[in-house]
């Protein structure tokens, strides 16, 4: 059949960091200050980030180092495989070649362990003990509680009531490392007591469990507040993912003409594509593809705008694509998918038209997801499963205008805690849900009167 996995050794593992922002036609705008309308300064931030990672979050340098601590956790893991899915080309019978990229293998099971080992390390640096998070899914609670485990910080973990409820081993996962969990929202912070009172069934947001942990951490001396996606230093550290797939394409002796990621607040999508957005920039033709559920439809139908990265409104004013910050997306399963906002980074590439976005259904994705699973033998989590989807879209364009392409996706982690999810699905239980209009309209007001991006 040919070669299935193209891998690389420890030593080449990439021992710096890619920064898009360097290279973007277009800076993105910058974060403001709610109360002043001004950007921020990293005084404004030093409450809640050691100075490292505020000062990530402005560089302009293309390439930041890697300390040796970082790629010393990192080789538990990376380099993590890139395999070209033969059986599933064979089973759906595309004339194209799909490849992907399979970030599962890290202890946690996804992405997200490349930047909590990074935030972990920079705060302990720092002298902070101590760190504060939301999860949606669980993978970036239970990515964060690995991390710290392994650093030596304490951890507690602020998770979305309806994802507590999915899944208990996800919970119990976070426990094992050590953290302190709690469903959000819950009764141990201010604005949690407040969203309870008014909305006691609620089944939760990313944006209210980003309240709690900010609250938490603002309160607090020993405490930084992390976030696993969405801001500048956290998608520059997932940037290793695209240049070992850079590496891993060359050794199949080939190039993607599409790079398709899955799209919550945007890091896994963003550590794949950007090195290769980075080629597109220099030229090459390349179709850069973000996936998003149609209950979440972020950056298909969200307006560019001004917004609040949480419910409560404690974080800064980020200029991004927004379905208004008091969005509740229905409880789909792929909860780390159920965010109102993206990455300003990506607003900013797809206002600039270098990536386009598309969104699916649920039960569409779940189909994917088996067919999947039943020729590569994964089963992906449900998030993953959307830029798979994404990628069989792709591949079956191109069939029926009779071309062949080179399609790369990013399986950014197994599903081996979502299998309620696919129970569900077996059942016909499944609702397919997109946002309804009058739902949109109403959440977008909550933007009225913030500033609009110039
Ligand atoms: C497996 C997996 N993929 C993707 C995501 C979406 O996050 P992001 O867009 O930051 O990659 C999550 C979030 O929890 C996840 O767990």
Not at 349 to 363: F, G, K
Not at 407 to 433: P, Q, R, T
Request: charged share 20%; with cysteine.
């Amino acid at each position: 059949m040919g070669q299935t996995k193209y891998l690389l050794d420890e030593s080449q593992i990439p021992r710096q960091w890619y920064n898009i922002a360097a290279d973007m036609p277009n800076a993105p705008r910058p974060v403001l200050h709610p109360g002043t309308g001004e950007p921020v300064g990293p005084d404004d931030l030093s409450p809640l980030f050691p100075m490292e990672l505020i000062m990530q979050e402005v560089s302009e340098e293309p390439e930041v180092a890697i300390p040796e601590e970082i790629l010393d956790l990192y080789s538990l893991w990376r380099p993590t495989p890139l395999f070209r899915a033969r059986r599933l080309e064979q089973a759906v019978g595309t004339r194209s070649r799909i490849f992907y990229k399979y970030e599962g293998v890290s202890p946690p099971g996804s992405h997200k362990p490349n930047t909590a080992v990074a935030q972990a390390f920079y705060n302990k640096r720092e002298g902070r003990t101590r760190l504060s998070t939301e999860t949606g899914a669980g993978q970036w609670g239970s990515a964060l509680a690995f991390a710290c485990k392994l650093i030596g910080l304490e951890c507690k973990v602020y998770m979305v009531r309806i994802s507590y409820d999915q899944k208990p081993f996800r919970r119990s996962m976070i426990q094992t490392w050590g953290a302190e969990i709690v469903a959000s929202p819950s009764e141990d912070t201010e604005c949690g007591r407040a969203i309870l009172a008014e909305h006691p069934d609620t089944p939760g947001s990313l944006g209210i469990a980003i309240s709690e942990a900010v609250e938490d951490a603002a309160a607090r001396e020993d405490t930084s507040y992390s976030l696993g996606s969405v801001l500048n230093h956290v998608l520059l550290h997932q940037t290793i993912i695209g240049q070992e797939a850079l590496a891993q394409m060359e050794l199949a002796g080939a190039f993607p003409d599409a790079v398709i990621g899955c799209v919550g607040g945007g890091s896994n999508f963003a550590g794949l594509a950007f090195p290769f957005v980075r080629e597109k920039i220099a030229g090459r033709d390349i179709d850069v593809l973000a996936c998003e559920p149609a209950a979440c439809p972020t950056l298909t139908r969200g307006l560019y705008a001004y917004d609040f990265g949480d419910t409560s409104k404690l974080t800064p004013l980020v200029p991004m694509h927004t379905l208004g910050h008091d969005f509740v997306p229905a409880p789909i399963h792929a909860g780390g998918l159920r965010y109102h906002g993206v990455a300003p980074l990506i607003s900013q590439l797809v206002n600039d038209e270098l990536i386009r976005a598309e969104a699916y259904l649920q039960s569409d994705i779940f189909a994917s997801a088996v067919r999947f699973a039943h020729s590569e033998g994964i089963i992906p989590a449900p998030e993953s499963a959307h830029a798979i989807h994404g990628a069989l879209e792709v591949a079956r364009n191109a069939d029926d205008a009779g071309e062949e392409r080179t399609i790369l996706f990013n399986l950014s982690g197994h599903g081996h805690f979502d299998m309620a999810a696919y129970d569900n699905y077996f059942a016909g239980k499944l609702e397919d849900v997109a946002l309804d209009e009058a739902e949109f309209e109403r959440a977008l007001r909550a933007i009225d009167g913030l500033p609009t991006p110039a």
